[in-house]
């Protein structure tokens, strides 16, 4: 497992009791979402000038949050900041006390998280000579991103044909710092729920469904976004109601040693 939780901001004059409250949500989806990553948990934001903050430790969500950092790097949320994302991290591959390891995770110009884990990663970096910092196999997901966004937006369509070598589970949120206002959303074969708020002009995702239903607590005006599998959103800080969707896809494969039919090695 893992959990992704976040909100994607849309362009709003937020007064700070809303700013406040948003922050808030996020918190209790990140504490809500520990239970799918007890290893390690972090946040990181991405502001519309391309500024950056990341912060992760190999503990639990409940423990993160009282960190100074933490707490620094959630004030510092405002009407510039694209998006919110953070992360609980079950290890699959790369020790969590080697924090590279641990997520959101940075490649190059991109940020993002990933939940599933890419069982070909190894060969593949070889294969592509992506550089890699880290032993966690998702940073593949990222370097390729960034490999393809060699003038700030990630080309979507090179980032798919690439993906499409990947073997594994994935669902994973990224964006480029050279194109803060545009968030990439992968929902593969990993849960991703998704709900839209019109006033608050934000997006919410979380790996369950019930992170977000605890963090809303019965507020109005939430909609579900359905999204299928396979599915890469592009979402906009522009207006995030204007939201493109296309298919990508990979090899999924539930475990580790068991191919899935009609695929060699
Ligand atoms: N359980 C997961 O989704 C883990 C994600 C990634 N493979 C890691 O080890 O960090």
């Not at 390690?40 to 950056?52: C, I, M, P, Q, R």
């Not at 593949?124 to 370097?143: H, K, M, N, T, W």
Request: contains cysteine.
């Amino acid at each position: 497992m893992c959990g992704q939780v976040g909100i994607i901001f849309g362009r709003k004059r937020r007064r700070p009791d809303e700013r406040d409250y948003l922050r808030e949500v996020f918190i209790r989806m990140l504490l809500h979402s520990e239970e799918r990553g007890p290893h390690a948990s972090g946040l990181a934001w991405l502001k519309t000038d391309g500024s950056h903050r990341i912060f992760k430790r190999p503990m639990r969500a409940h423990e993160l949050v009282y960190e100074k950092p933490f707490q620094e790097l959630l004030g510092q949320v405002d009407n510039k900041t694209s998006i919110l994302m953070g992360h609980t991290r079950w290890r699959t591959r790369g020790n969590e006390f080697n924090n590279r390891n641990n997520h959101p995770i940075r490649a190059g110009i991109v940020i993002g998280t990933h939940n599933g884990t890419i069982y070909n990663a190894d060969h593949l970096f070889r294969r592509l000579g992506l550089p890699r910092y880290a032993e966690v196999d998702s940073e593949l997901i990222f370097r390729l991103a960034d490999r393809f966004a060699p003038e700030g937006p990630i080309d979507q369509e090179c980032l798919k044909k690439a993906l499409a070598l990947c073997r594994g589970q994935m669902s994973a949120v990224l964006a480029s710092k050279l194109d803060p206002g545009t968030i990439a959303v992968l929902k593969g074969n990993k849960p991703l729920c998704l709900r839209i708020h019109r006033q608050h002009r934000v997006v919410l995702y979380a790996s369950d469904d019930a992170f977000i239903d605890f963090a809303v607590d019965n507020e109005k005006g939430w909609r579900e976004l359905e999204v299928p599998p396979m599915t890469m959103l592009t979402i906009r800080h522009e207006d995030v109601r204007a939201i493109k969707n296309s298919e990508f896809r990979f090899i999924p494969q539930e475990r580790k040693g068991t191919l899935p039919e009609g695929v060699n090695a």
